[in-house]
């Protein structure tokens, strides 16, 4: 566990930092505070280091001894260390939260659990891609059967026309008498069962 900022040499505000006797150690997590320019983001950009395992090229010329509860962490062994530190800064924030209009890099981590959300995750999105695929399917099929109905309703209208010699006779027309005898045979039904 990291435990403390033993010294800084050449960083920013850092010129020459030792750890003043009494400080407090570290806590599991930790939050970095303080006046603008005061030297967080350079704090928090060193501590960044050890999660990315990689030097940051504004600190290349500084010098750091951290103190763990086992051996210290320096500029020249960080990208060894095994400590899981995790820092939320301005940098995190450019690099994998987009405000303008990109994707967003995840940054959620949930441990041994995240394989089998993950896993559940993915067979959620299958289901929801073959619904919408079952969906895109049953919509064409819809305006298919639309289609074939108002042919059928402009082929039977023009039958009419043709046959009863009703002139204007259109599909409109015969919508309306499809309805007109609805209710009619609606109502004959009411009343026969009111009969019986």
Not at 52 to 77: H, M, Q, R, V, W
Not at 88 to 108: T, Y
Not at 181 to 193: A, E, I, N, P, T
């Amino acid at each position: 566990m990291l435990k403390n900022i033993e010294k800084i040499k050449g960083l920013g505000v850092y010129q020459n930092y030792s750890k003043p006797v009494g400080t407090q150690d570290f806590g599991i997590k930790n939050l970095i505070y303080g006046w603008n320019y005061s030297g967080k983001t350079t704090l928090s950009r060193l501590f960044a280091q050890l999660e990315t395992k990689s030097t940051n090229p504004d600190l290349a010329d500084c010098e750091f001894t951290l103190g763990t509860s086992g051996d210290s962490i320096t500029e020249k062994n960080f990208s060894r260390c095994n400590l899981s530190v995790r820092v939320f800064n301005s940098d995190f924030i450019r690099e994998n939260l987009h405000f303008d209009g990109g994707s967003f890099n995840p940054i959620l981590l949930l441990g041994k659990e995240s394989e089998e959300a993950q896993r559940k995750l993915e067979e959620l999105s299958r289901q929801v891609q073959r619904s919408e695929e079952v969906q895109r399917k049953l919509d064409g099929r819809c305006e298919e059967l639309k289609t074939r109905i108002a042919q059928a309703k402009t082929d039977t209208a023009k039958f009419i026309r043709q046959h009863l010699k009703v002139d204007p006779y259109t599909a409109t027309h015969l919508a309306q008498d499809v309805l007109a005898v609805g209710v009619l045979d609606f109502q004959l039904l009411v009343l026969s069962s009111t009969e019986n």
